[in-house]
Antibody, heavy 115, light 107 residues
């Protein structure tokens, strides 16, 4: 059974950093691209980052490019999201999701950016 | 960036109704269009991928169609458990983008 478990969320001040993790199990992690998707409170979904299976290619929307970094450790079956220079508009539940098609999602971890 | 415009934003329907939700892309997305259902407090669930492919375990009352810029999710006979918010999503080109969602309420 595919499982994705996010951790690392919490309350952080604007301008500070936070690193999220997503522990994967139930599939060959190193064979699949992975992504982060976020959802602000009572809002829609926003794609945040994608990383290819080997980690050599990453993709971001302009809203987080240069501030967020997606990475992975295939030996540990773990996905990461390093978030720097956080803003209030980054407040959201962050989900990790498995490609293809985002067929599997974690339960999400809440990040609140506030002073 | 490709904008995904969903309609309607709110839909109220009765059990047994045929329901359609529309998604219009700002440019051709070559059928790289997925549909997700989300219930309150839960992660989204994949229903349909690449326009018309039913995800494993999803009931056959769900179907998808479309091409070019216009896509549709159809529920042939609405069931009580189908309430929730539905999102379309294009993965034809970067940045990947979601529609704004359609909240489906059961009358």
């Amino acid at each position: 059974e595919v499982q994705l478990v996010e951790s690392g969320g919490g309350l952080v001040q604007p301008g500070r950093s936070l690193k999220l993790s997503c522990a994967a199990s139930g599939f060959t992690f190193s064979s699949f691209a992975m992504a982060w998707v976020r959802q602000a409170p009572k809002k829609g979904l926003e794609w945040v980052a994608t990383i290819t299976s080997g980690g050599s290619n990453t993709y971001y929307p302009d809203s987080v490019k240069g501030r967020f970094t997606i990475s992975r450790d295939n030996a540990k079956s773990t996905l990461y999201l390093q978030m720097d220079s956080l803003r209030s508009e980054d407040t959201a539940t962050y989900y990790c999701a498995k490609w293809p098609f985002f067929a599997y999602w974690g339960q999400g971890t809440l990040v609140t950016v506030s002073s | 960036d490709i904008q995904m415009t969903q309609s309607p934003s709110l839909l109220s329907a009765s059990v047994g109704d045929r329901v359609t939700i529309n998604c219009k892309a700002s440019q051709n997305i070559n059928k790289y269009l997925n549909w997700y259902q989300q219930k309150l407090g839960e992660a989204p669930k994949l229903l349909i991928y690449n326009t018309n492919n039913l995800q494993t375990g999803i009931p056959s009352r769900f179907s998808g169609s479309g091409s070019g810029t216009d896509y549709t999710l159809t529920i042939s006979s609405l069931q009580p458990e189908d309430f929730g918010t539905y999102f379309c999503f294009q993965h034809n080109s970067w940045p990947l983008t979601f529609g704004s969602g359609t909240k489906l309420e059961i009358k």
